[in-house]
């Protein structure tokens, strides 16, 4: 099977449970492909730890959930030493950050002290507890999510963290037909209890490693820069998206080449992904919000002023 065959699977597996987010689940597979974290922001009931829990069984993935409230604490997600009296030595319990797919959901509920719990795991794969540091797995990815609607007894996310997760969807409400199609699917029960694995853990590396042989022209490469630094130095910005946005650009962009059966990225793969890699990671300024601006109308316009290269389109050698 070859890796545009294992990320079809995979898309189609999840697309058994979620209904009518084909485009959402694909971003997904994406991010977990290359390792990435997803912030799905959206209101309740539309699917978003349904889509977590799928995404894990179909991958093979171990899968653990955080519920994050106020009272959460750094501990609660990191793990702990705990002394054994009967050996007399402090021994570390993991937390359930040691998983594959880590579930943070409500992420926003928890104080910040316990939100930067995951800075480091984000970033750096590894967990350190009292001066020792553990690794995490791989795979590892955050599937967080978060109401934007209901903010009382909420944190916003600090713009270090949010520049952490390499993507931010939204679900959104199914159309008529997709909703009548959910009452078929679920009207006896959850498809997710019969959600087989279609691949395994072990097939990760092979599969990053097919992604990341996708051929991106020097053009394209440039394309993604020329983009990202737009957002920097546009006046209604007060922030723009940093170089790991272009990182989370370049990755993406052969992740989804691969998706779609090509060995090298085109300009449509990048335009395709600007939105949900760059937007999450720009802040307006107070008075461009005032009148009212947007970030996506703003990264709208950026992508018509930049000149799309005609090299990317061909393939390596």
């Known amino acids: ?24 689940i694909e971003l997904c597979v994406i991010a977990w492909l290359v390792g990435g974290h997803v912030l799905i922001e959206d209101v309740p009931g539309v699917g978003k730890t349904l889509l977590s829990k799928a995404l894990a069984r179909a991958s093979g993935c171990r899968f653990d959930r955080i519920q ?25 319990r993991p937390g359930p950050v040691f998983t594959q797919i880590l579930l943070a959901d409500e992420i926003n509920r928890a104080t910040p ?24 797995p791989e795979p590892f990815v955050v599937l967080a999510t978060q109401n934007p609607v209901d903010y009382q007894g909420t944190f916003a996310l600090p713009e270090a963290q949010l520049d952490r997760f390499l993507m931010r969807v939204s679900l959104g409400y199914a159309d008529l037909a ?5 009452l078929a699917r679920f009207g006896s029960g959850s498809p ?19 992604a990341a ?32 946005a272009s990182l989370g650009l370049l990755r993406t962009s052969q992740a989804r080449a691969l998706l779609e059966g090509r060995d090298y990225v ?11 890699v760059l937007l999450h990671r720009l802040v307006l300024r107070a008075s461009a919000e005032l009148q009212g601006s947007s ?21 390596a050698g």
């Open 266 to 276: 085109q300009p449509d793969d990048v335009k395709d992904l600007t939105e949900p």
């Open 192 to 210: 997710l209890l019969t959600l087989e694995p279609v691949l395994s853990s072990e097939d990760f590396p092979a599969l990053r490693r097919a």
């Open 213 to 244: 042989a996708v051929h991106v022209a020097d053009e394209l490469k440039e394309y993604m820069v020329r983009i990202v630094q737009r957002t920097r130095d546009h006046p209604e910005l007060a922030l723009g998206a940093s170089a790991r």
């Open 113 to 136: 002290k316990t939100q930067s719990a995951l800075l480091e795991a984000m970033e750096e794969r590894q967990v350190t507890v009292d001066g020792t540091t553990h690794p995490l």
């Open 1 to 24: 099977m070859s890796a545009t065959q294992a990320m079809r699977r995979l898309v189609d597996a999840v697309g058994t449970v979620i209904v009518g987010h084909r485009r959402q």
């Open 68 to 92: 994050f409230t106020p009272d959460l604490l750094p501990g609660d997600i990191t793990g702990a030493n705990v002394y054994q009296p009967q050996r007399g030595v402090f021994e570390f």
């Open 295 to 315: 970030g996506q109308t703003l990264l709208s316009e950026l992508l018509e002023l930049e000149a799309v290269p005609v090299g990317g389109r061909q393939a």
């Open 178 to 182: 997709g909703e009548m199609e959910i």
